[in-house]
């Protein structure tokens, strides 16, 4: 049978080594990668109806994966005005006021980005923002998504006058006097809000999320650990599948939130396995806390303003039971875990698991041989300790460098760092120390906080900087090295998803999602390699992005 897709006078790049095969070609068929040979034997498999590809020389490596992405969510999200350029407040004013003018008499105003940083050592609040907002219903998200700013308008709309007991660790904050600021913390007060402003239609939200899955393709993407389900997400990948218009592959974990019944979790047992041909849902999403910006995440001592000193969970003994039950029933969990005391929590809950049931997250694939790997989120702040049980216990550390290089600073002079203090914001983000400690280091983005494009991730895991380096590198110590940056976006992201003996890797056998670069990614400085050329993604040896003149 001729081959779907074959790659010639390529560069051969194999991210388990780092090091080029001795071979100019490779070819697809059936979706996994059926040949590594020179030229001449490649010509020999192609037939009518094979995509034939001269690379001249670049460089083909096994497909990147963002380890922690909201493909779905995130298009609705950054549908409203794009505030994360601005700076300080008298940036994100203009911005809004142009957004205001071109607005319908009584339509809503949606924001996304907004970084907290603006407001100085000011409160984060609507007042900040000035007489712009007035009288019109807007929602802002701040650039966590795990907060929101209501005009005086919106609130008025939602009813909301005061403040609110949720059954999760969310806030409507609220002055001295009772009245709310406009701030809104975690999912719950958000709800309140966003349950009376006007959603997209589905064809919209439908049109915006195959634009972004388009252009993750173009930046070299070919797969994502989509860490949502939310709303209709599902019917969105099933359609776009359905259209031709899924290039990536989606290995998804829906939300399991404080608030879940036995039954509620049971449901999120039996989803497991089901989606299409790109698409999967595979592993549950909770959270332990919420952001260190806000004051929400759980740190072992109160942050600066006495805040930062709870869990999520109202009740975090019921989360390590549910930890217990997903793991029993041989599901995956994501938890989302920011703070020292967060993180601690969610491995002491896994290892109690493990203890419980016999599984390990050790070697083999998920769902093998007793085998359940388990994750944690984000990791901003952890001490010695907690670095060296990732290891042992078999859970991936999922981590978003540039979170580091774009919302934090080198002086701590930011509203992350001065809330922690020095200590606490001197071990920032320790990709290196997990690596260095064995641990599995999983490399993402989180878009739509972050920009989405991995070799930005990987730059930024390197050299620690802004994405236009203006500023000096945080916690340059903890930088990876070039194939640890490759590997946090092929090869781990494959043993987290228990993959690693089909993906992550250029073998025969495994699938043939491949990433083209026009030269190798380990040789090219860290400052530039976020700017180098993407030539050709492909997924099950389909090809998705074709750049011009390739």
Known sequence: MPADLVLLSARLLDPGTGRLLPHTALAAERGRISFLGDDRDARALAGPGTTVVDLRGAVVTAGFTDGHLHPVSGAERTMGVDLSGCRDLAAVRTALAAAVRDLRPGAWLRGWGLDPNAFGTAPVATAALGPVLDGVPALIDLF?????????????????????????????????????????????????????????????????????????????????????????????????????????????APWCRPEASDADVAELVGLQGTGGALWRVAGVKLFMDGTIDNGTAWLETPDCHGQSDHAYWPDPRRYTRVIADLHRAGVPTATHAIGDAAVRHVLDAVEQAQAESGRTGGSGGTGGTGVVRHRVEHIETVPDDTVRRFAPLGVAASMQPTHCCEF???????????????????????????????ARVVLGSDWPIAPYPPLQVMAGARHRRPADLSLPPHGPEQALTPLQALQGMTVCAAWAAGEEDRAGRLAVGHRADLTVLADDPLRVPDSELAALPVLLTAVAGRVTHRAAGV
Not at 209 to 227: C, D
Not at 412 to 420: E, F, K, Q
């Open 144 to 252: 966590d998504a795990h907060s929101a700013l209501a005009s005086e308008r919106a609130l008025e709309l939602a009813g909301v006058d005061g403040p609110r007991v949720f059954e999760q660790g969310s806030e409507i904050v609220c002055d001295a006097d009772g009245r709310p600021t406009g701030l809104l913390l975690e999912d719950a007060a958000c709800e309140v809000v966003e349950a009376v402003a006007p959603r997209p239609t589905e064809a919209g939200i439908r049109a915006r999320a195959a634009e972004v899955l388009a252009a993750m393709a173009a930046s070299g993407l070919t797969g994502g650990h989509a860490m949502d389900a939310n709303g209709d997400s599902l019917a969105v990948y099933a359609a776009l599948e359905a259209e031709d218009a899924l290039p990536l592959r989606l290995r998804i």
């Open 408 to 438: 934090t600073r080198a002086d701590h002079t930011d509203n992350w760092s001065r809330r922690l203090g020095e200590e606490r914001a001197g071990r920032a983000f320790r990709c290196r120390d997990l690596w260095e400690a064995g």
